[in-house]
């Protein structure tokens, strides 16, 4: 199918809501995903798009029962769209820079097992120490886009990409086999990892470290329960369910403790997943008060306690510290 000829009239009526939603079916793919990553429902993502092409007088995307194609139009207006992005990201910038109470809504991204445990019920300090903040919380799996102002602040297990980021590195946190306290008391000192009820990833999270890490030294474990929920894992273990693999710090929040294990299984214990926590920011938008007032706040509650406060660094387009 040949694209339509663009028609002028009606471009006036060009929305940059419409536009958000075009860049946002073509990076995903889906119309469905698109609704996630903006956080409305499909069918708001599809009357927008319609709006769009209507403005535009041609056709962005062909519609199956399979999905949705890009046209040859949606390519040839695509770096349009992401120019318009980039002047509204820089139109945001421009007029937060003129901020200088520490009031306002601060978003931040990050896992839901890290804001179950260690985030949500510190927040308490930060409104006692700056009532005028209002934070939202986006505690999902999906990795939030900091240059496209999809959050403004995030914590993050791997280290982060885009010149335009400063990245701080708080802890580095080793996973521990863990269990309730009673349950941990009836086991004693383990000897043989293949004898214990687990607690696992289900299996769309097979790349998972901890799954991996499973998968290795308990080839056949008997996996009670596979939940890639982490509250639920974690609320299963508490209630004796079975062994759980989970970082360090969340043991004393849920309750449980770690595993006395054998001599022998040192080297498997040794070779448990270890993960980095970094703290992202934008380089423009970090140094606004109310995204540094959260930025420290994170920063002081998460680093351990002596460790030297190091300055936030500049992060290369491969990822690499500058």
Do not use: N
Request: hydrophobic share 45%.
């Amino acid at each position: 199918m040949q694209p339509r000829p663009a028609k002028t009239q009606g471009l006036e009526s060009v929305r940059w809501d419409d536009v958000r939603v075009f860049l946002a079916v073509q990076r995903s793919g889906s119309l469905g995903q698109a609704a996630l990553r903006l956080g409305v429902d499909t069918s708001t993502v599809s009357r927008r798009l319609s709006a769009l092409e209507e403005a535009l007088g041609v056709r962005l995307f062909e519609r199956a029962r399979d999905g949705i194609e890009p046209t040859r139009m949606a390519e040839l207006v695509l770096p349009a769209c992401e120019a318009m992005e980039a002047s509204q990201a820089e139109l945001v910038r421009a007029a937060a820079s003129a901020e200088t109470a520490i009031e306002g809504v601060v978003r931040v991204s990050m896992a839901p097992g890290l804001a179950d445990a260690l985030i949500a019920p510190r927040l308490v300090r930060l409104r006692q120490r700056h009532p005028g903040l209002r934070i939202e919380l986006d505690a999902s799996a999906r990795v939030l886009d900091l240059t496209r102002h999809e959050a403004d602040l995030a914590l993050r297990s791997v280290k982060p990409q885009g010149a335009d980021l400063v990245a701080l590195k708080l802890v580095t946190t080793t996973w521990v086999l863990a269990a309730a306290p009673g349950h941990a008391r009836a086991l004693g000192r383990v000897d043989d990892l293949r004898a214990l009820a687990w607690i696992a990833w289900d299996r769309d999270f097979t790349s998972f470290g901890p799954s991996r890490w499973l998968a290795r030294h308990v080839p056949r474990a008997d996996v009670v329960l596979r939940t890639s929920h982490v509250a639920a894992q974690l609320a299963a273990a508490r209630s004796g369910l079975g062994v759980v693999l989970a970082p360090e710090p969340y043991l004393a929040v849920h309750g449980l403790v770690p595993l006395q294990v054998a001599r022998g299984l040192q080297g498997a214990v040794s070779a448990l997943p270890r993960d980095d926590l970094w703290l992202v920011g934008h380089r423009v938008l970090r140094e606004l008060p109310r995204v540094a007032a959260v930025w420290d706040f994170l920063r002081d509650e998460l680093r351990p306690a002596g460790r030297s406060r190091e300055p936030p660094r500049k992060v290369s387009r491969d990822g690499s510290p500058r």
